[in-house]
């Protein structure tokens, strides 16, 4: 098992490559035979002479590259299943929660279905981790977004006329994505503050020069893979209450809150957007699980009738494709390699390996995984 195919990603909005040119490279130096498809890489900029010189075979469609290939990579998950031969491996980043029917389906045609996104929380699959890669870029961009909307700046000017005063930013959910808005957004110079329900995150606020909002919940605490634990409606409604006060002084709010495999909490209420200055920005980056933000939309932007702004902060690593595919392709690589034996010229499916027990979803025309065995 050594022959990949790069697909060319079918979903409209998707702008990203799964692997660029420098990956495959390295990868056709090991061993692995790489087939990529016609256009993969053409909105990021890369053309089919760059992955050609790279070392891979260039084919016109999916069906072509399907009969040459036994491992699949792509940023999304192909609905088309039809030419996959049996046994072929399937990477990409699945959604698996939102998509038991498609599991059925991989799993009855033989698929061996990798989601990248179940790859666990580990120090070793830390360089696999796409979650983190991306989330990083969509919490950089969040704040990019915001202050391009935000109808003041960020930073103060003492001027001759006046002094301007920073922009206050609230950032909700400290995880990969809420730290690196909040990195950014001291560094556009704002006053940030920060709220999480996990207690052990305050001194990473603090580093960023942040101020951590604190909220008593009761007892909380996270999963061993990292993420926040789901609150009960009475603790939710008490960090409504808890964060009103910061949500109203806030030119900027952005909600990073997600809980893994399930909907998203819902963290403003239509009381608390009420209560926020004309001009306020919103982003909730939770849109696509439900939205932390009543009201809030993954198709359009919403203006609430005291001018906030509300806008759904949906896969937002897709409006920096570039670094966005670098970051993507890093994450696979490492996964490559870390299955690759050396000796045999082969892809290793290890399944005793944490890795990819945790992120094989279907094998032998079953589904494996503890998760979604029914």
């Not at 609905?79 to 996959?84: E, K, L, Q, R, S």
């Not at 959604?95 to 991989?106: L, S």
């Not at 209450?241 to 002084?249: M, R, V, Y």
């Not at 998203?264 to 209420?269: C, I, K, M, R, Y």
Request: net charge neutral; hydrophobic share 40%; proline share 3%.
């Amino acid at each position: 098992m050594n022959k990949v195919f790069l697909c060319r990603e079918t979903v409209r909005e998707e702008t990203r490559a799964a692997l660029v040119p420098g990956d495959i490279k390295t990868l056709t130096t090991m061993g692995y035979d790489i087939t990529v498809e016609s256009g993969a890489g053409e909105k990021i900029g890369y053309t089919d002479d760059e992955y050609s010189n790279a070392g891979a075979k260039i084919v016109r469609s999916p069906d072509e590259g399907y009969k040459l290939c036994n491992i699949i990579v792509r940023i999304n998950k192909n609905d088309d299943i039809g030419g996959i031969r049996e046994n072929t491996l399937h990477i990409s980043s699945f959604d698996v929660f939102n998509q038991r029917n498609a599991i059925k389906r991989y799993a009855e045609a033989g698929i061996k279905l990798v989601s990248l996104e179940m790859i666990p929380r580990t120090t070793l699959a830390q360089k696999m981790d796409i979650q983190s890669s991306q989330a990083s870029l969509a919490g950089y961009y969040a704040v990019i977004l915001a202050a391009s909307k935000l109808p003041k700046i960020f930073p103060m000017m003492m001027t001759p006329s006046g002094t301007i005063t920073p922009a206050r930013v609230f950032v909700i959910g400290v995880g990969v994505a809420g730290l690196q808005a909040i990195a950014t957004a001291k560094r556009l110079g704002a006053r940030v503050e920060a709220f999480d329900t996990r207690p052990v995150v305050e001194e990473q606020v603090k580093s960023l020069g942040a101020k951590f909002i604190k909220i008593d919940l009761g007892e909380m605490g996270q999963t061993e893979q990292g993420y926040a634990k789901e609150l009960t409606a009475e603790q939710i409604e008490l960090q409504r209450k808890g964060q009103i006060k910061a949500c109203a002084h806030s030119d900027v709010v952005i909600t990073t809150a997600k809980v893994f495999g399930r909907k998203a909490p819902v963290l403003l209420t239509k009381d608390m957007t009420a209560q926020m200055k004309s001009g306020s920005i919103i982003i909730d980056m939770a849109v696509k699980t439900g939205g932390n933000v009543e009201g809030s939309d993954p198709e359009k932007e919403v203006i609430l009738d005291n001018g906030v702004r509300i806008i759904g902060g949906d896969s937002l690593e897709r409006f920096i494709p570039i670094d966005a595919s670098k970051m993507f392709s890093g994450n696979i690589f490492a996964f490559l390699e870390h299955f690759w034996d050396a000796e045999k010229k082969t892809f290793r499916l290890d399944t005793e390996d944490e890795i990819l027990r945790g992120c094989l979803i279907t094998s032998d025309r079953k589904i494996i995984h503890k998760s979604f065995i029914e």
